[in-house]
């Protein structure tokens, strides 16, 4: 083994958004901090790549709309020019449903018949989702021991504040969000709105990248966690790349070192407490500190679950994180035409989701298994917005699949996975007749794919489920939710950490406030 001569006073495995936010976290309280991602570029699920022949894809994500405040303005990140997207609700009779923030109509201007009652159950769900919000920047307080055993006054004052701020919400307002806080998305919906293409935007939205559909217990929550930063929609400008860069550029304006290129091969851990790590290539870095950005089990495996006890380890191996979400691109000669939209509204976010109803039975064959032969599919042309990502009068479709299972009866192969591109144009044929005959180039990415690309465990956007057993205090698992990661000195700073998945920065944040706040470094 060869040690390098300089150690740190953390070491950060994985450059995406809550790895790097860490780290920029850390360096702003004066800590010096390395960076270790195994790909050549960083960025994990927010990449830009190059497809060839002058066209730039959003690799995984491709939209912006919960990066929280809080992350962003401590430290001091400077995000890329961005577009704010309406969302479009496509709908088999050409009656588009648009939706600008609050505002609802009919993609051909006319008044929708539910736009109040959409605004005030909005209105509603945000005012929720406000209060949620609120604790994505604050370690979940300990209940392992009952009230009596809470660890610190800190926690005891978090929670007298979220007793107070349920109270200020009104006694009809709180019993409402105790209410619907665990109850499905697609009941609380239907109570209020009609089964069309505006219900079935919100239970796509309550769903995406979840194993669940909008009839499971607990999808209120997640809308609500969607919800929970103002709901915004954006597309920046070269792609999500550009986001993560500016991620690295707030790390490395800190002073930390950011190495590509190289992989973790170990944590190294002496007497329960973390030493620094070995890296592929036998290079040992000290650090006083180490926190994993990657997933639960992951991050136990790469310190040895010898260290950990029988318990733990089972919890670990027994996270729900089966991914059901998968990333088709179509490489286009021309724009699409869908029927009933403008040349304007084609660049919004479009939905297939054309009622909750639909959204449901697409996650049937999930369960077993199987492709939904009807997806849902959340699609952009980001060419449309930002000419750079293409050239020679090309665009690019970018689409978000639902319901595709990680692991498909009869396995991936190459068959299966142009199957799962001519599903996908199947479906989008049907709101833009011609557009097949536009796509010059496709690739799919599937769950599978997408675990091998960025060691996401089963491919899960959010790295686990974000049920009620996998959320707040019990975030990734009872007894594990506070970052500490069993070992001293060794911390769990990604998005199977509360308060979970999206591009928040959230996750590495708080974590880095935990080790500092337990005096690690």
Same mark, same amino acid.
């Given at each position: 083994?060869?040690?390098?001569?300089? @150690?740190?006073?953390?070491?950060?495995?994985? !450059?995406?958004?809550?790895? +790097?936010?860490?780290? #920029?976290? %850390? $360096?702003?309280? =004066?800590?010096?901090?390395?960076?270790?991602?195994?790909?050549?570029?960083?960025?994990?699920?927010?990449?830009?790549?190059?497809?060839?022949?002058?066209?730039?894809?959003?690799?995984?994500?491709?939209?912006?709309?919960?990066?929280?405040?809080?992350?962003?303005?401590?430290?001091?990140?400077?995000?890329?020019?961005?577009?704010?997207?309406?969302?479009?609700?496509?709908?088999?009779?050409?009656?588009?449903?648009?939706?600008?923030?609050?505002?609802?109509?009919?993609?051909?201007?006319?008044?929708?018949?539910?736009?109040?009652?959409?605004?005030?159950?909005?209105?509603?769900?945000?005012?929720?989702?406000?209060?949620?919000?609120?604790?994505?920047?604050?370690? @979940?307080?300990?209940?392992?021991?009952?009230? !009596?055993?809470?660890?610190? +006054?800190?926690?005891? #004052?978090? %929670? $007298?504040?979220? =007793?107070?701020?349920?109270?200020?919400?009104?006694?009809?307002?709180?019993?409402?969000?105790?209410?619907?806080?665990?109850?499905?998305?697609?009941?609380?919906?239907?109570?209020?709105?009609?089964?069309?293409?505006?219900?079935?935007?919100?239970?796509?939205?309550?769903?995406?990248?979840?194993?669940?559909?909008?009839?499971?217990?607990?999808?209120?929550?997640?809308?609500?966690?969607?919800?929970?930063?103002?709901?915004?929609?954006?597309?920046?400008?070269?792609?999500?790349?550009?986001?993560?860069?500016?991620?690295?550029?707030?790390?490395?304006?800190?002073?930390?070192?950011?190495?590509?290129?190289?992989?973790?091969?170990?944590?190294?851990?002496?007497?329960?407490?973390?030493?620094?790590?070995?890296?592929?290539?036998?290079?040992?870095?000290?650090?006083?500190?180490?926190?994993?950005?990657?997933? =639960?089990?992951?991050?136990?495996?790469?310190?040895?679950?010898?260290?950990?006890?029988?318990?733990?380890?089972?919890?670990?191996?027994?996270?729900?994180?089966?991914?059901?979400?998968?990333?088709?691109?179509?490489?286009?000669?021309?724009?699409?035409?869908?029927?009933?939209?403008?040349?304007?509204?084609?660049?919004?976010?479009?939905?297939?989701?054309?009622?909750?109803?639909?959204?449901?039975?697409?996650?049937?064959?999930?369960k077993y298994g199987e492709m939904s032969?009807?997806?849902?599919?959340?699609?952009?042309?980001?060419?449309?917005?930002?000419?750079?990502?293409?050239?020679?009068?090309?665009?690019?479709?970018?689409?978000?699949?639902?319901?595709?299972?990680?692991?498909?009866?009869?396995?991936?192969?190459?068959?299966?996975?142009?199957?799962?591109?001519?599903?996908?144009?199947?479906?989008?044929?049907?709101?833009?007749?011609?557009?097949?005959?536009?796509?010059?180039?496709?690739?799919?990415?599937?769950?599978?794919?997408?675990?091998?690309?960025?060691?996401?465990?089963?491919?899960?956007?959010?790295?686990?489920?974000?049920?009620?057993?996998?959320?707040?205090?019990?975030?990734?698992?009872?007894?594990?939710?506070h970052y500490r990661f069993g070992i001293?000195?060794?911390?769990?700073?990604?998005?199977?950490?509360?308060?979970?998945?999206?591009?928040?920065?959230?996750?590495?944040?708080?974590?880095?406030?935990?080790?500092?706040?337990?005096?690690?470094?």
């Amino acid at each position: 083994m060869n040690t390098t001569s300089k @150690p740190y006073d953390a070491i950060v495995i994985g !450059a995406g958004h809550n790895g +790097l936010a860490a780290a #920029a976290t %850390l $360096a702003a309280k =004066g800590k010096s901090v390395c960076v270790i991602e195994r790909d050549t570029a960083i960025g994990g699920m927010s990449k830009t790549v190059d497809m060839g022949d002058g066209v730039k894809v959003p690799q995984i994500a491709h939209l912006l709309y919960n990066l929280n405040p809080v992350v962003a303005r401590e430290i001091g990140l400077t995000l890329p020019k961005s577009v704010n997207l309406p969302t479009v609700s496509l709908s088999a009779d050409g009656k588009h449903v648009v939706m600008d923030g609050k505002d609802v109509s009919f993609a051909d201007g006319s008044a929708h018949p539910e736009a109040e009652t959409y605004r005030a159950l909005v209105a509603r769900l945000q005012k929720f989702a406000t209060l949620l919000g609120r604790m994505s920047v604050k370690p @979940p307080p300990s209940l392992a021991g009952g009230l !009596a055993e809470i660890a610190t +006054l800190r926690e005891l #004052a978090g %929670l $007298a504040k979220l =007793g107070i701020d349920l109270k200020r919400m009104g006694k009809k307002d709180m019993r409402e969000f105790l209410r619907i806080l665990l109850s499905n998305a697609s009941d609380v919906l239907l109570d209020e709105l009609q089964d069309a293409p505006l219900a079935g935007a919100l239970s796509a939205d309550a769903v995406r990248g979840a194993y669940a559909g909008p009839r499971s217990p607990g999808t209120v929550f997640s809308l609500m966690y969607r919800l929970g930063n103002g709901g915004a929609v954006q597309l920046p400008m070269g792609g999500m790349g550009a986001v993560a860069d500016a991620f690295a550029t707030a790390a490395r304006g800190k002073g930390c070192d950011i190495r590509t290129g190289t992989g973790v091969a170990r944590v190294l851990v002496k007497e329960d407490r973390t030493q620094g790590v070995e890296l592929d290539d036998g290079t040992v870095i000290r650090a006083k500190a180490v926190l994993s950005s990657l997933g =639960g089990f992951q991050t136990m495996q790469m310190a040895g679950v010898a260290h950990f006890d029988t318990e733990a380890v089972r919890r670990m191996r027994n996270l729900r994180n089966k991914g059901t979400t998968a990333k088709v691109h179509l490489v286009l000669s021309g724009v699409p035409t869908f029927t009933g939209l403008s040349a304007k509204q084609a660049a919004a976010r479009l939905l297939v989701a054309p009622s909750s109803t639909y959204v449901e039975r697409a996650f049937n064959p999930a369960k077993y298994g199987e492709m939904s032969k009807d997806p849902v599919i959340e699609a952009v042309l980001p060419s449309l917005s930002d000419p750079s990502l293409c050239t020679n009068g090309q665009h690019v479709l970018s689409a978000v699949v639902s319901y595709v299972p990680y692991a498909l009866d009869g396995g991936w192969d190459d068959a299966a996975r142009k199957h799962l591109i001519k599903l996908t144009i199947e479906t989008l044929e049907r709101y833009a007749p011609g557009i097949s005959g536009l796509v010059t180039r496709a690739d799919a990415l599937t769950p599978a794919d997408i675990e091998a690309q960025t060691g996401a465990p089963g491919g899960h956007w959010h790295h686990a489920e974000m049920g009620f057993d996998q959320i707040l205090t019990v975030r990734p698992a009872n007894g594990m939710a506070h970052y500490r990661f069993g070992i001293g000195g060794y911390y769990l700073c990604g998005a199977s950490a509360h308060p979970g998945g999206d591009v928040m920065g959230a996750a590495g944040r708080n974590a880095a406030l935990q080790l500092l706040q337990d005096g690690g470094v």
